[in-house]
């Protein structure tokens, strides 16, 4: 399902880039070619205007000169020049009636002026219009205006010319709008392509790593950008993953170790039960063994649900007020004869008498008895243990230093690790999870943990709490 959403998601950004690279190449070219067919529509009427403007005013000199006679030889000159099918020229009186006017035969359509628009001038010296002449197929700008006091003159240019130019450029507009088009689907297909090009070997690493092969990963060297950043992080999910499924199946292996010994073990004391034991002082001996491997096993299970909960942060908090020097101080007079039977020198060392945290005194114990334990467990006889506790800035600072075997480098970035052994054959007692569950405990009641060990010299764990009072 996955894959499937991944391939989908390929397809219609491919699509979509392509339809908006498209749209937006297509959408662009429009515009600016409307701009252009307006600006040269508009050019040819302020062109066309400004001629008949220049004619008007030169038929008003020749008027005042020569009255209508001459008026009429310059209409008739100027329509003979220009072409009786492209200008007209008419001088009327205000009621409409032809005075003088040039060849009219390609114009007999054309009426008079309408008297309304005669008194629309209302003083001014001309009114200009747009109209579709009768019988053709293209406009005429007329001019309308007065001449001298009496006589109305007009003045039409065909606009034929005008807007076949107009009309062609339009064809050939229409043809770059569709080359656009197919430009814009090519060039947009194009770069859709490269621009998702990632995520088709994201999907095909995806299917790979669906069989299993989880070291596969997203070749990232020709990718630039947003995909170059998702293959990468990609890349790093990946990482993560591998190390969590490896982490799981080393916990498994941990889990199947450790509890088939003393599972065995139970099998084996009840089959010498049922099958060799007479006397009832065996039987005791028995189930004693038995009750010891199940409390063993049933502390094993506990301890992981600990963790679990509060590293899931599902655990109800129970702080109060907690001296951590009558702790140190309890929890290595509990270990005091346990160091004497291995000739280790336990000490304690504190700057201060007293050093309240908040946090629950049960599992703060715990947490120093772990590592009280871890730090005699891993030293010689005739070897050192010392426990400091310090207070700076607020901070509580616990100690526990050893001069025992040490940890090697390459396992000490993963002590923390649940059912993590440094002793790989397991000669030596114990669960681990001590360590993961001081550091559980540690970061429950907002501290931190650090090791710091030298292969055959020993190990340095630094316990930091925040101090809810200062010591004095």
């Known amino acids: 399902m996955f894959l499937k959403k991944i391939s989908r998601l390929r397809h219609y950004l491919k699509i979509k880039l392509t339809l908006w690279y498209t749209g937006v190449l297509t959408l662009t ?21 400004t001629a008949i403007r220049n004619e008007y005013k030169e038929f008003q000199i020749i008027f005042q000169e020569g009255g209508v006679p001459a008026v009429l030889r310059e209409a008739t000159l ?78 039409g240019h065909s606009l034929k010319y005008d807007e076949r130019f107009l009309h062609d450029l339009k064809d050939i507009f229409v043809v770059l709008a569709a080359g656009a088009v197919l430009a814009g689907i090519v060039c947009g297909g194009f770069i859709s392509w490269k621009a998702t090009a990632g995520i088709n070997d994201i999907t095909n690493a995806s299917r790979i790593i669906a069989q299993g092969q989880f070291d596969t990963r997203v070749p990232t060297r020709n990718m630039k950008g947003d995909v170059e950043n998702l293959a990468v992080a990609f890349n790093t999910m990946l990482d993560r993953i591998q190390a969590l499924v490896a982490g799981m199946q080393e ?134 243990v010392t426990v400091r506790l310090e207070a700076v800035h607020n901070e509580a600072i616990l100690v526990f230093e050893d001069n025992g075997m040490g940890i090697s480098p390459e396992n000490l970035p993963h002590i923390f690790g649940r059912f993590y052994r440094c002793d790989k054959s397991r000669h030596q007692s114990g669960t681990g999870l001590g360590l993961n569950l001081a550091r559980a405990i540690v970061l429950e009641h907002g501290g931190d943990i650090h090791v710091s060990s030298q292969y055959g010299q020993g190990t340095v764990v630094t316990v930091r709490l925040p101090q809810t009072r200062t010591t004095s």
């Open 78 to 155: 100027e329509s003979g020049t220009e072409g009786i099918d492209n200008v007209f020229f008419r001088l009327l009186t205000p009621e409409g009636q032809a005075v003088a006017q040039s060849n009219m035969a390609n114009w007999e359509s054309l009426t008079a002026p309408d008297p309304l628009i005669i008194a629309q001038l209302n003083g001014m010296p001309y009114q200009i219009v747009t109209i579709l002449a009768p019988g053709h197929h293209h406009h005429v700008r007329i001019l309308t205006g007065r001449i001298g006091t009496d006589y109305i003159m007009q003045i």
């Open 251 to 384: 916990v498994t292996d941990n889990i199947a170790h450790d509890l088939r010994s003393p599972i065995a073990r139970i099998r084996t004391a009840a089959e010498l039960a049922l099958h060799d034991v007479k006397d009832p002082e065996e039987y005791t001996a028995v189930m004693a063994h038995t009750i010891r491997e199940c409390d063993r096993l049933l502390s094993l299970v506990e301890t992981m649900l600990f963790i679990s909960e509060v590293e899931s942060g599902t655990r109800p908090s129970r702080k109060e007020d907690v001296d951590l020097a009558f702790l140190v101080h309890e929890a290595c007079d509990l270990f005091q004869p346990l160091a004497e039977d291995k000739r280790i020198a336990l000490s304690v060392q504190q700057s201060t008498p007293t050093c309240h945290i908040a946090g629950e005194p049960a599992t703060l114990q715990r947490m120093i008895a772990n590592l009280l334990d871890n730090a005699l467990k891993y030293t010689e006889k005739d070897g050192r």
């Open 29 to 49: 070219l429009l515009v600016a070619l409307f701009f252009l067919y307006s600006s040269v529509g508009s050019y040819f009427i302020k062109s066309k205007d």
